[in-house]
Nanobody
């Protein structure tokens, strides 16, 4: 069974920084693309940043220049460093990963979510 466990959310003042991490565990043959999504109250879940297995990142326009996604393939872990946080970054942040548990095919997995609250 595959699990994604996030950590690092919390409360921060506008302009501050937070770092999130998400570790995949369980039956894992290969972790492919990984990403962070977020969902604010009353809004749809949106992609924040993604990263390929080879380390190529992509970002939502709203976070470019402020957020940095990275990963450690040896630890099956993805990170999100968030600087210059704004009130509108307040949301539940979810980790997402394409994981192949047995070397046959990849499936989509989600973490349980971690709350990020930015006070203005």
């Amino acid at each position: 069974q595959v699990q994604l466990v996030e950590s690092g959310g919390g409360l921060v003042q506008a302009g501050g920084s937070l770092a999130l991490s998400c570790a995949a565990s369980g039956n894992i043959f290969r972790v492919n693309d990984m990403a962070w999504y977020r969902q604010a109250p009353g809004k749809q879940r949106e992609l924040v940043a993604g990263i390929t297995r080879g380390g190529i990142p992509n970002y939502a326009d709203s976070v470019k220049g402020r957020f940095t996604i990275s990963r450690d393939n040896a630890k099956n872990t993805v990170y999100l460093r968030m600087n210059g946080l704004k009130y509108e970054d307040t949301a539940v942040y979810y980790c997402n990963a394409g994981i192949d548990p047995y070397g046959r095919h990849s499936a989509d997995y989600w973490g349980q979510g971690t709350q990020v609250t930015v006070s203005s």
